[in-house]
């Protein structure tokens, strides 16, 4: 999966669910697996946000992870073993 489909998905999930309690998500696709955070504060850390999707990968398993980076921006994290890769994305989804 790339950065701008899980983006997409991700800002279909805020526009039903809101934006305010939104926590960091965490994607497997091998496995199809979602992993949900709970409880994270507001202001997180990116390195804490990372270490907790890490700790459900198995060894150099790609996982994406989203999680809010300010008041109307997520970023989404792709990693794959070493690779990774990262963009941040707003909150609202563009009108087509």
Known sequence: MT????????????????WHD???TALYPARRHIRGGA????SV?????????AEDSRQDEEFLVAFKVDDSHFKVVRRV?????DHTYAVAT???
């Open 81 to 85: 073993g070493p690779y990774s890769e």
């Open 94 to 96: 563009p009108k087509t």
């Open 45 to 53: 850390a990116e390195s804490d946000v990372l270490a907790w999707a």
């Open 39 to 42: 409880s994270f504060p507001a």
């Open 3 to 18: 950065l701008d489909e899980f983006a997409a998905v991700t800002q279909r999930v805020i526009a039903k669910q809101g």
């Open 22 to 24: 939104f926590q960091p």
